[in-house]
């Protein structure tokens, strides 16, 4: 088994809310010295025929990834999907469906930003920053109100407009997490419970959701992110080990200095913790 020093198994590109082609982001992990990569765009497999193509051609070992879209709890959760075959009908299906409601949802956050700032045309205007129309998200939106300076930064957008239950936020009902976690194990895949400390649950919360989560397949948690503080990867640790959880490492890489850890540059994982991609060794293509 290939022992890996740096695997980023969490991030973005042009195919969903990333700012960098799959190539770029592949170019980039390379760079900063990561040794396993997993492309994770939101709701899609679209891009994971360049992924593995960019892969093979910056001679990283590559595993297969999505990140969906879940309600759970009237809360966005996110779960990743490594080692799926992004060939797979029903997933492919249920990413299909899970997409669909994002061209709605941001008309009505473009309506509620334009109430809010005055400006006009912003539907159309966000598109111009997603390179996937169909991904449309809110770091589009949020992107565009710092250029148009509205915003000093991402932050500032997602804390003043953006963020869940902000002033244009757009509550949506995304993927149930059954659903979610039937797409992924069925396309043969591992699902990961995706940075944990975002959601902001309570104790009680958090356990049933870790509880629902293994029931229905789950079988890793993220640890080390770009979304985790120091101590939240510590603790996140812990939870992995009293629920048997392996563990994931990813920076949730979007865009050169954007704020979260740039792709590949992570503290290591707690060296006991089994890993998820010990346990998806069979499904890793290795770079020539
Ligand atoms: P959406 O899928 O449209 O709800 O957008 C969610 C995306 O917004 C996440 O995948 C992150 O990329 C980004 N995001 C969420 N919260 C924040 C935040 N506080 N600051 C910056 N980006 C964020
Ligand atoms: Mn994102
Ligand atoms: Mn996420
Ligand atoms: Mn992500």
Same mark, same amino acid.
């Given at each position: 088994?290939?022992?890996? !020093?740096?695997?980023?198994?969490?991030?973005?590109?042009?195919?969903?809310? @990333?700012?960098?082609?799959?190539?770029?982001?592949?170019?980039? &992990?390379? &760079?900063? *010295?990561? +040794?396993?990569?997993?492309?994770?765009?939101?709701?899609?497999?679209?891009?994971?025929?360049?992924?593995?193509?960019?892969?093979?051609?910056?001679?990283?070992?590559?595993?297969?990834?999505?990140?969906?879209?879940?309600?759970?709890?009237?809360? #966005?959760?996110?779960?990743? =999907?490594?080692?799926? +075959?992004?060939?797979?009908?029903?997933?492919?299906?249920?990413?299909?469906?899970?997409?669909?409601?994002?061209?709605?949802?941001?008309?009505?956050?473009?309506?509620?930003?334009?109430?809010? #700032?005055?400006?006009? =045309?912003?539907?159309?205007?966000?598109?111009?920053?997603? @390179?996937?129309?169909?991904?449309?998200?809110?770091?589009?939106?949020?992107?565009?109100?710092?250029?148009?300076?509205?915003?000093?930064?991402?932050? #500032?957008?997602?804390?003043?407009?953006?963020? +869940? =239950? =902000?002033?244009?936020?757009?509550?949506?009902?995304?993927?149930?997490?059954?659903?979610?976690?039937?797409?992924?194990?069925?396309?043969? *895949?591992?699902? !990961?419970?995706?940075?944990?400390?975002?959601?902001?649950?309570?104790?009680?919360?958090?356990?049933?959701?870790?509880?629902?989560?293994?029931?229905?397949? *789950?079988? *890793?948690?993220?640890?080390?992110?770009?979304?985790?503080?120091?101590?939240?990867?510590?603790?996140?640790?812990?939870?992995?080990?009293?629920?048997?959880?392996?563990?994931?490492?990813?920076?949730?890489?979007?865009?050169?200095?954007?704020?979260?850890?740039?792709?590949?540059?992570?503290?290591?994982?707690?060296?006991?913790?089994?890993?998820?991609?010990?346990?998806?060794?069979?499904? !890793?293509?290795?770079?020539?």
């Amino acid at each position: 088994m290939a022992a890996y !020093i740096n695997p980023d198994l969490h991030s973005h590109s042009t195919f969903s809310d @990333g700012v960098l082609t799959p190539e770029e982001v592949a170019a980039r &992990a390379r &760079a900063n *010295g990561v +040794d396993l990569w997993a492309l994770t765009d939101h709701d899609g497999l679209s891009g994971q025929e360049r992924a593995v193509a960019a892969a093979r051609a910056q001679s990283l070992d590559y595993l297969t990834g999505v990140e969906v879209s879940v309600t759970w709890a009237d809360t #966005t959760v996110h779960v990743v =999907g490594l080692g799926v +075959d992004p060939a797979n009908t029903a997933l492919i299906a249920g990413l299909d469906q899970t997409r669909s409601g994002r061209d709605t949802r941001a008309r009505d956050m473009a309506a509620k930003l334009e109430q809010l #700032t005055g400006l006009n =045309g912003l539907y159309e205007a966000a598109l111009q920053y997603a @390179g996937n129309r169909e991904a449309i998200a809110r770091p589009h939106f949020a992107r565009l109100l710092v250029d148009r300076g509205l915003c000093k930064n991402m932050q #500032t957008a997602f804390s003043k407009y953006l963020r +869940d =239950g =902000g002033p244009a936020f757009v509550p949506h009902r995304w993927a149930t997490l059954a659903d979610a976690l039937s797409w992924i194990t069925g396309a043969g *895949g591992l699902a !990961i419970l995706a940075h944990p400390a975002r959601y902001r649950f309570k104790h009680a919360q958090e356990g049933a959701l870790i509880d629902e989560f293994k029931r229905l397949g *789950g079988r *890793g948690i993220e640890v080390t992110t770009g979304s985790h503080t120091a101590a939240e990867a510590v603790h996140y640790a812990t939870v992995a080990r009293e629920n048997s959880l392996l563990a994931s490492r990813g920076s949730d890489f979007h865009a050169t200095g954007e704020g979260r850890a740039d792709i590949g540059t992570l503290p290591a994982l707690p060296a006991d913790l089994p890993t998820v991609w010990d346990a998806l060794a069979s499904h !890793i293509r290795h770079a020539p």
